[in-house]
């Protein structure tokens, strides 16, 4: 579809013997926002630093709009970059900061001071215009960090977990607010987070990152539903798994033997396969007769507001959990109840190598 | 950002340097001071109105402050490069050029001048290479000539202007510079929005260094460029020294010193004015 007015392929960088992108392929339209989600440590900040040009990867190649721009330096590129330690420039104030970008790419000197205050603004930091970046608090640097950043309208924005010094409603807000000024843009940007809620409310597609590489490219409930990997089952949500092994398999259905009891679901293994069994909480009935049955002892009971999680043990490997608007009658530690779930919501994975 | 009005018992520890320095410097510059405004037995100007308006004192006090105010841009010319590229190395290199730096400082004043004639002289290397290359039409003497002096004096002053320019740049987050680059910012203007202000510090600083040892220099110039040409330092030295007029000799390392710490404490000034904003 709308693909390819970025796309990154094979991008590969080693830091001695640490092989920190492994191949990475990334194609994106223009518009379109997407989340890097993965743990720490897994490249994320170098894949951006390469797009950005920062950093020359080893291998592989970046296109922005049609032109290869992988040995381009970066002042040349027009990707700007919230960086994860905001790297505010201290000499210069609030609204120097904001005009910046602007004032070295030459702007008319009358074009700079309303783009300054309309940035400001946007990121409720107007009152803040004269003030010295040291005496900000580290949530009001992120602001002016993500102001400067988009006051030069860049072709794409890079951030690289802008919000995570927020409190909830800010962050809440500011997620709105970002979104909504890059669809008026129609700026692309590229949003590196380690807070999943925030990935799956933003985007427009993630990308699951582990070690180096993109595990999943999707929209997120294409990641939620569907994930391709047990890295991408577990990173993303929560969710039941249970270790097992294949014993029969015909007509694209399968029979896993695990140690909570038989589970069927749709999927394509020969016999013998060791498999990893996954559920999402909320596919998980309480009581109720759906095809995948087993009975489980509850462990543990969180209290989420609208939704109570529900731990159960679970065997060596594996793990049980479901959710239910509100804890069962008379249910306590150690209780056993009955969970069963659809075919079609049973996930099956091979066996992730536990050596890896 | 501390208010005024209460103490803070750290500024105790200064107190050792506060002693010795009143010891070693304060005292002995009352004296100086009293022995040039007491010299007729009542207290009074009269040594340096007299300094003041002799032509001669002004043209010593000309060659002080032209002489140091050279020396110090070369030094600045010469340093900032050599800082930037100390702070931008790692490992080996950076080790090799700090010792580059550093262990001249272990040679003596005399010994380097000593190098400075020969190289300076009218056969020296200097010489030959700009007749060498075209530049001269003959070979020229640089020894006892003013650009020989500051020559001279740049090349042992050097390092007091690199050392505080470095540590400043050192200190500077390099993702700054990331950030004007990515902000559309070529090399030349991160050079002089980003780097340059933000170092402005280690700037004054060396120039506060390098311009006071310049304008105090008493082995070098007498070494360089000899008798005829004179600066308040050596026209103190020789007055203590040879003429034995210790009235003259105060007076001028009177002035020497206003003048150094008016340049010390300017400087001072400016960098905190300008480090308010680092
Ligand atoms: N300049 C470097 N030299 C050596 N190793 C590096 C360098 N930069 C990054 N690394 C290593 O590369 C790996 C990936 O780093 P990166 O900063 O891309 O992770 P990240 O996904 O952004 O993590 P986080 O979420 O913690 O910010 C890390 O193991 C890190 O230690
Ligand atoms: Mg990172």
Partial sequence: MKSGFLSVSGAAKTFGAATVLDGVDLSMGRGEFISLLGPS?????????????????????????????????????????????????????????????LKARGAAKDAIAPAVTKYLGLVQMSAFAGRSIKALSGGQQQRVA??????????????????????????????????????EVGTTAIFVTHDQDEALTMSDRIAVMHRGRIEQLGTPAEIYHSPATPFALGFVGLSTQLPGKVVRA???????????????????????????????????????????????????????????????????????????PILPAQAGPGTRLDLSWDVEDTLVYPAPDLAA | ???????????????????????????????????????????????????????????????????????????????????????????????LILVAIILPLSVGVVVKAFAWQIVLRRDGVVSQIMTGIGLWDEPQRLLFTEAGLVIGAANVFVPFMILPIYSVLKLIDP??????????????????????????????TGIAFVFSMAASMYVIPNLLIGDRFQTLATMTGRSFLFMRNEQLGSTTAVVLLVLTVAVVVASAALSKRLGGAS
């Fill in chain 2, 175 to 204: 993702r700054l510079g990331e950030a004007a680059a990515t902000l559309g910012a070529s090399p030349v203007y991160r050079f002089f929005k980003v780097a340059l202000p933000l170092s402005l510090p280690g700037i004054v």
């Fill in chain 1, 146 to 183: 993500v102001a400067r950043a988009l006051a030069v309208g860049p072709k794409l924005l890079l951030l690289d977990e802008p919000f995570s010094a927020l409190d909830r409603k800010l962050r809440e807000a500011m997620q709105i607010d970002l979104k909504r000024i890059l669809r």
């Fill in chain 1, 250 to 324: 015909a007509d694209g259905m399968v029979e896993i033997e695990t140690a909570a009891g038989p589970i069927r679901a749709r999927a394509n293994f020969i016999p013998g396969s060791a498999v990893l069994v996954g559920v999402r909480p909320e596919r998980i009935a309480i009581g109720e007769a759906k095809a995948n049955r087993i009975e489980a002892a509850l462990a543990d009971a969180a209290f989420q507001g609208a939704r109570v999680q529900l731990h159960f043990a679970a065997p060596a490997g594996g793990q049980i959990l479901a959710e239910a």
């Fill in chain 1, 41 to 101: 440590g897994c490249g994320k900040t170098t894949l951006l630093r390469i797009v950005a040009g920062l950093m020359t990867p080893d291998q592989g190649k970046v296109a922005l709009d049609g032109e290869d721009i992988t040995r381009r330096p970066p002042h040349r590129r027009d990707v700007s970059v919230v960086f994860q330690n905001y790297a505010l420039f201290p000499h210069l104030s609030v609204a120097e900061n904001v005009a910046f970008g």
């Fill in chain 2, 1 to 95: 950002m501390s208010k005024a009005g209460r103490f803070d018992p750290v500024l105790l520890l200064a107190v050792p340097a506060v002693l010795y320095l009143a010891l070693v410097y304060g005292i002995p510059l009352l004296v100086l001071l009293g022995r040039s405004m007491l010299a007729g037995g009542a207290p009074s100007l009269a040594p340096f109105i007299g300094f003041f308006s002799d032509g001669f004192s002004w043209i010593v006090i000309g060659n002080t402050i032209r002489i140091a105010v050279l020396v110090t841009l070369l030094c600045l010319v010469i340093g900032y490069p050599t800082a930037l590229a100390l702070a931008r190395a790692k490992g080996l290199a950076q080790a």
